[in-house]
T-cell receptor, first 112, second 115 residues
Framework: EAQVTQNPRYLITVTGKKLTVTCSQN?????MSWYRQDPGLGLRQIYY???????DKGDVPEGYKVSRKEKRNFPLILESPSPNQTSLYFC???????????FGPGTRLTVT | SQELEQSPQSLIVQEGKNLTINCTSS?????LYWYKQKYGEGLIFLMM?????EEKSHEKITAKLDEKKQQSSLHITASQPSHAGIYLC???????????????FGTGTRLTIIP
């Protein structure tokens, strides 16, 4: 089954404690991206990757890092989380035509 | 950067009634996507529109793209409780040499269906 998986689904952490949210896709897609969703602000892109070792900033990259060492994986790293990074995070991957973007189930992060 | 405005922001509709959600872009639309999200869950792809005047249907949901107006509308006929959720439109950034890297989303329309 074609899917994007994220782990963990729920995470409560404290300010400053480094964390990684994993993302994996099994569709051999070249394009992957991370979004955060906040009430009233909708979905905003954090980072995206066009292919292995190619990443670029989205609209809200501050405080986040990503890496793309393998095609299937695109982890999101928060080196020093802060409360304003409390949000619902989605990973997505996208193939060729018709450019449908598949989303993971989401990771709800709370930073206290 | 491209901005997408959805209207209305929320909608309460009696079961069986028809409804329309609009998505208006601040720039030319090169590709317009509609997604549905159950509260707090992932996004489900509904359909993609690429050409002006294009219209697509998925079960009782129909979407149209008006390129000149830089707008898309999503119409649900005879709404059912299963239609409840958040509907989001997404649009591609202008095509570059590398293809469509960036997908911008609207803020969403929250649809509630009452019996």
């Amino acid at each position: 089954e074609a899917q994007v998986t994220q782990n963990p689904r729920y995470l409560i952490t404290v300010t400053g404690k480094k964390l990684t949210v994993t993302c994996s896709q099994n569709m051999n897609h070249e394009y992957m991206s991370w979004y955060r969703q906040d009430p009233g602000l909708g979905l905003r892109q954090i980072y995206y990757s066009m292919n292995v070792e190619v990443t670029d900033k989205g609209d809200v990259p501050e405080g986040y890092k990503v890496s793309r060492k393998e095609k299937r994986n695109f982890p999101l790293i928060l080196e020093s989380p802060s409360p304003n990074q409390t949000s619902l995070y989605f990973c997505a991957s996208r193939g060729g035509i018709p450019y449908e973007q598949y989303f993971g189930p989401g990771t709800r992060l709370t930073v206290t | 950067s491209q901005e997408l405005e959805q209207s209305p922001q929320s909608l309460i509709v009696q079961e069986g009634k028809n409804l329309t959600i609009n998505c208006t872009s601040s720039k030319t639309l090169y590709g317009l996507y509609w997604y549905k999200q159950k509260y707090g869950e992932g996004l489900i792809f509904l359909m993609m529109l690429q050409k002006g005047g294009e219209e697509k249907s998925h079960e009782k949901i129909t979407a149209k793209l008006d390129e000149k107006k830089q707008q898309s509308s999503l119409h649900i006929t005879a709404s059912q409780p299963s239609h409840a959720g958040i509907y989001l439109c997404g649009a591609d950034a202008p095509i570059s040499n590398f293809g469509n890297e960036k997908l911008t989303f609207g803020t969403g329309t929250r649809l509630t269906i009452i019996p």
